[in-house]
C-alpha cells in the first residue's frame, strides 16, 4: 500500500532522496518513519516525523533529514554524505489510527 522509490547505487560521500507514497489516501496519520535493514539483522529505526517534530537515530544525524508534502502523503528522506555502511534496504512506515502500513522497500547501497 505504500510505494517507495528512489534508491540505487552512490559512491561515498553522494546523495539520494527515496520518496514513499501510498497508493490510497491514508487519514489521521500519526506518525511516518524510515527504517532500514541489512541481510541477518534487525531492521532500525532512521527517522520519524509526527505532529511536526523529527527525530533521527544517532548514526545519521546530520546527514539525512525527513521531511514529509500533507496534500500528497509523501515521506522524503534526503540522504547526504552517505557511507558504505548506510548500505541497506530502506522501508517507509506510516501509523494511521493504530493501524501500520509498510513500503516494499527500496534498496540503497553506497560504494567505497
Known amino acids: 500500500q505504500l510505494q517507495a522509490s528512489g534508491g540505487g547505487l552512490v559512491q561515498a560521500g553522494g546523495s539520494l532522496r527515496l520518496s514513499c507514497a501510498p497508493s490510497?489516501?491514508?487519514?489521521?496519520?500519526?506518525?511516518m518513519a524510515w527504517y532500514r535493514q541489512t541481510p541477518g539483522k534487525q531492521r532500525d529505526l532512521v527517522a520519524t516525523?509526527?505532529?511536526?517534530?523529527?527525530r533521527y537515530a544517532d548514526s545519521i544525524k546530520g546527514r539525512f533529514s525527513v521531511s514529509k508534502d500533507n496534500a500528497k502523503n509523501t515521506i522524503y528522506l534526503n540522504m547526504n554524505s552517505l557511507k558504505p555502511e548506510d548500505t541497506a534496504v530502506y522501508y517507509c512506515?506510516?501509523?494511521?489510527?493504530?493501524?501500520?502500513?509498510w513500503g516494499q522497500g527500496t534498496l540503497v547501497t553506497v560504494s567505497s
Open positions: 490510497g489516501r491514508i487519514f489521521s496519520i500519526e506518525r
Open positions: 516525523i509526527a505532529s511536526g517534530v523529527t
Open positions: 512506515q506510516i501509523i494511521s489510527r493504530g493501524n501500520i502500513y
